[in-house]
């Protein structure tokens, strides 16, 4: 068995919640690169981001996706893990789930309470900001697109595990 998806998209699209779900689903591993970094980093990804910087931090988020790739699975990626070039490439040609979402949607499910190092300053603003640069990439690599705003975990865990194991609906 390989990676069987990607999951893609900004913060507060669903990628963990999502990751985990389908991959319970389909009987398979879950992985998140910001769990992997944390692990390797021996720190939360905040702490990485104000202690050693995101550069620091997005080459321990290259290294986490490149691992993730190699094993076997459900992946879930950071939201800029994508827009790293080398990422980018790794992911040509892999299953890859873009999992949009509008900031009204992401803002009720991340908060945008300053526990995400990208948007502590004007979290709105800069999450629109960061979509609108993001968005051409996550398009061009996704297989798949799926929007989850507005809709409940379970329609979306449904619609992306049909898409990438056509017929897991009827054993689910």
């Known amino acids: 068995m390989s990676v069987v998806a990607v999951l893609i998209g900004p913060p507060g699209a669903g990628k963990t919640t999502v990751g985990r779900r389908v991959a319970a689903r389909l009987q398979v591993p879950f992985v998140d690169t910001d769990h992997l970094v944390e692990q390797e980093a021996g720190a939360s990804i905040s702490d990485i981001f104000v202690e050693q910087g995101e550069q620091a931090f997005r080459a321990l988020e290259a290294a986490a996706v490149a691992r993730g790739l190699q094993g076997e699975g459900v992946l879930a990626l950071g939201g800029g893990a994508a827009m790293h070039p080398g990422t980018a490439e790794l ?14 949607d992401a803002a009720g499910r991340v908060g945008f309470d300053g526990s995400r190092p990208l948007l502590a300053v004007n979290p709105r603003a800069t999450w629109t900001r960061m979509m609108d640069a993001r968005r051409p990439t996550y ?12 809709r409940k975990i379970a329609e979306v865990v449904a619609q992306v595990s049909e898409l990438i194991d056509p017929g897991s609906t009827e054993r689910a």
Do not use: N, Q, Y
């Not at 992911?91 to 009204?104: E, Y």
């Open 139 to 150: 398009e061009a690599l996704a297989t798949w697109r799926v929007d989850t705003g507005g």
């Open 91 to 104: 992911l040509r040609g892999a299953p890859v789930v873009f999992l949009d979402v509008t900031i009204k």
